[in-house]
């Protein structure tokens, strides 16, 4: 299985709700990322936090990272319609200077 | 100009044939990534290269080979391509980093492959 698993699968919410992702993962890591993904194009980084970090702020992102759980989430506040997208946590598996992808979040914005 | 550029963006081919996907990248990193998109499957590692002598394979290196002709180019081949290699292919470069490990990924546009 992958060594990193996103939930939930699908996430639909109304425009000015916050958007919460969730993101679990098998094996030490070093870092995790987040990306984000509009149909079809290629992926765009959005944050990175560090092994030894907890929490994270970019603009309206948080992420969360709870080593003792081996899980990570991805709160967006007052989402908007454009942030629609699939939403992906990659873990930096420690000593193999690569990352493993999840299977991402599909988020869709009604406005 | 994008930083990370794939060649071709779509190619629709036969079952046997021979393809080449490229990538070519400006922003003078070291690594270079070819992932396989799949719906539902999220992104995997096909191969990744840390300079032009180094080629590593991934989890799902088998039916592909990769070629780094220079820091700046990492080019995917499938030598007889079949229908299951249908799939968005992305590449990926990024810098280096003894403290974090794996940085940001800089991802190109991605060029999507059927095989009849």
């Known amino acids: 299985s992958q060594q990193g698993e996103e939930d939930p699968q699908a996430l639909s919410i109304q425009e000015g709700e916050n958007a919460t992702m969730n993101c679990s993962y098998k094996?030490?890591?070093?870092?995790l990322q987040w990306y984000r993904q509009n149909s079809g194009r290629g992926l765009v980084h959005l944050i990175l936090i560090r092994s030894n970090e907890r929490e994270k702020h970019s603009g309206r992102l948080r992420v969360t990272l709870d080593t003792s759980k081996k899980s990570s989430s991805l709160l967006i506040t007052a989402s908007r319609a454009a942030d629609t997208a699939s939403y992906f946590c990659a873990t930096g598996i420690q000593g193999a200077q690569k990352l493993v992808f999840g299977q991402g979040t599909r988020l869709t914005i009604n406005p | 100009d994008a930083d990370v550029t794939q060649t071709p963006r779509n190619r629709i081919t036969k079952t046997g044939k021979r393809i080449m996907l490229e990538c070519s990248q400006t922003?003078?990193?070291?690594?270079m990534y070819w992932y396989r998109q799949d719906p539902g499957l999220g992104l995997r590692l096909i191969y990744y290269?840390?300079?032009?002598?180094?080629?590593n394979k991934g989890e799902i290196s088998d039916g592909y080979s990769v070629s780094r002709q220079a820091q700046a180019k990492f080019s995917l081949s499938l030598e007889s391509a079949i229908p299951n290699q249908t799939a968005l292919y992305f590449c990926a470069t990024t810098g280096t980093s003894a403290v974090i490990g794996t940085g940001e990924l800089f991802f190109g546009e991605g060029s999507r492959l059927t095989v009849l």
């Open positions: 922003k003078g990193h070291d690594r």
């Open positions: 290269s840390f300079d032009v002598k180094d080629i």
């Open positions: 094996t030490s890591i070093n870092n």
